[in-house]
């Protein structure tokens, strides 16, 4: 696992905004993973601003989101689906025919769930997996408890994620209890994992995730298994780690990944 600490939130955001502009220049036709939530937010800024700039061409791109709500349409202010649109999709030219999330209104959700791990299949897999992390440690949202070779399938949300997330809605209640969400078995076939993390609040499941043992109690341990996992955080999320300077020293001999590479 490559983990890389940078000075601040906005930092972390750039680096792994950086990286996912590399694989998508390296591989113009990449599938890509997406995430939700307030952390992504600097990423997809960065990945707008590079695509405004001419640096991003994202019209053979195609992606996967990670989960969504049951019961909120694309509509819904609070839907995944418009999250993705209005902080990233509206303002690059993607394809909206490449665009993949679970269908939180499907009146068939074990079909549609299914439905969506064959989709992820035909497009040739996930080639970067873009990853938060909860607060309990979940990602996506496989919730403490969730198998670790578990698939697409609904799931419910811990109380601490609904407490969580209710700083999106009016109120706590609006929150929804049940969501789709790829598995973590699903996670880790992507051919790349980039789990983003910043805050101190994320600083105690960043522990975990990273050092501590593996456990479905915190399913983002689950990337200790992944051949190509990398974690960005900045310093506050990095800071209960014991290993701070093991990683700057690692991280010291690898190339810079803000660095972005030239098209040719
Ligand atoms: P956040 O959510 O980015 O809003 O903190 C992360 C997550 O729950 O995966």
Sequence with gaps: MRVIIRPSATAACVTAARIIANQVIGQPDSVLGLATGGTPLGSYQELIRLHRAGQLDFSRVTTFNLDEYVGLGPQHAQSYHRFMFSNLFDAINIDPQRVHLPDGLASDLTEACADYERQIVEAGGIDLQLLGIGTDGHIAFNEPGSSLASRTRLKTLARQTVDDNARFFDHSDDVPRLAVTMG??????????????????????????IEGPLTSQNTAT?????????????????????????????????PDPDQLESAD
């Design 222 to 254: 689950a990337l200790q298994l992944h051949p190509a996992a990398i974690v960005v955080l900045d310093q506050e999320a990095a800071s209960w780690l014991s290993r701070i300077d093991a990683y700057r020293h690692a991280e010291s001999y690898m």
């Design 184 to 209: 973590v078995g699903t996670i880790l076939e992507s051919r790349q994992c980039l789990l983003l993390a910043t805050g101190e609040n994320k600083a105690a499941a960043i522990r975990g995730a």
